[in-house]
């Protein structure tokens, strides 16, 4: 399937500035909506109660989310938990009350939409929360080292530094707007940054391979020029791609759940920011930092010209 009929010759490498207007403004919005408002972290990391209940019959989600929002429980999680007939809920601590006092009132008032009973009461702690905290911002650490190392060795330092550069800005910015916009933080978000990376380096890579592929094809031409007919060469690619990955996203956001709500959002801003970052943020800092042809041309063995006479 042809989506865009090649070849393209549109200048990306002449609007980098522009870009780079654009990605700032973004980084400085994110940066303050991290410091400012911080990130609304669900219960896998603040720590919260467990509540499981059960019914004699298949019950709707919804009427037990509207009854819990009705008793005041507007942050409750609900989610079936195995069949259709038990419900786990989840809820932040809340100061003063106890497991077992919340879990009465939780009983209280999802009686109306059936005749619950309860399964189970679980806590858990804070330390929890940290401990995950900790662990996912240095799997997030790990990750981005590991690649800086990787670009480095198949490619050169300068596009290492450069997808270095994309990574951090997707998921800041990823983290940016769901601190801006108060959207919960949990594991299933962090499991959705972290594929972010990956998504947006695999991108990146393929970005990287054709420049590298044409500075040794294309005997005349400067650098920007180079990297712009690679950009070209690879747009169907990434948007074909970055397409069909968003209706599969779309249909998760819009029809999944609510368990997967955020997973899915995290992934589709991912997904968009990613495709932005491939083409003018990966691309322009390999530019900046004076990539050329002559960094990327296969070194000579010694004496191979005379391993070709006969």
């Not at 909506?33 to 499981?52: C, M, N, P, S």
């Not at 968009?272 to 491939?278: F, I």
């Not at 960094?295 to 191979?304: F, Q, S, Y």
Request: no cysteine; glycine share 10%.
């Amino acid at each position: 399937m042809q989506l865009i009929k090649q070849p393209l010759n549109i200048d990306f490498m002449g609007r980098r500035r522009l870009a780079l207007y654009v990605s700032a403004a973004l980084l400085v919005v994110s940066v303050l909506a991290l410091a400012l408002r911080g990130l609304e972290l669900g219960i896998d990391f603040t720590g919260g109660t467990l509540i499981e209940v059960g019914y004699p019959q298949a019950v709707e989600l919804e009427s037990v989310r509207e009854a819990l929002k009705d008793a005041g429980f507007k942050d409750a999680v609900v989610q079936h938990f195995g069949t259709s007939q038990d419900v786990l809920v989840r809820l932040v601590p809340r100061e003063g009350l106890s497991s077992a006092d919340i879990s009465t009132d939780v009983l209280r008032a999802l009686k109306g939409t059936g005749e619950p009973s309860m399964r189970r009461v679980e806590f858990v702690g804070p330390q929890v929360g940290d401990e995950l905290t900790e662990q996912g911002g240095l799997a997030m650490l790990g990750a981005l080292f590991g690649i800086l190392i990787y670009v480095m060795f198949r490619f050169e330092w300068r596009f290492a530094v450069g997808s270095v550069a994309a990574l951090g800005h997707d998921v800041l910015i990823v983290l940016g707007i769901f601190a801006l916009f108060g959207f919960e933080f949990d594991l299933t978000v962090l499991a959705a940054v972290l594929a972010v990376i990956g998504y947006s380096l695999n991108d990146t890579i393929v970005v990287f391979d054709r420049i590298r592929e044409n500075f040794r094809k294309i005997r005349k031409g400067s650098p920007e020029q180079v990297t712009n007919t690679s950009v070209n060469q690879t747009l169907a690619r990434t948007l074909m791609t970055s397409f069909t990955t968003l209706l599969v996203l779309f249909a998760l956001f819009l029809l999944g759940g609510e368990v997967i709500h955020n997973f899915a959002l995290a992934l589709i801003l991912g997904i968009v920011v990613g495709t932005y970052s491939s083409i003018y943020v990966a691309s322009s800092a390999a530019l900046a930092l004076g990539i050329s042809k002559a960094d990327l041309m296969p070194v000579k063995k010694e004496g191979a010209d005379l391993d070709g006479r006969p």
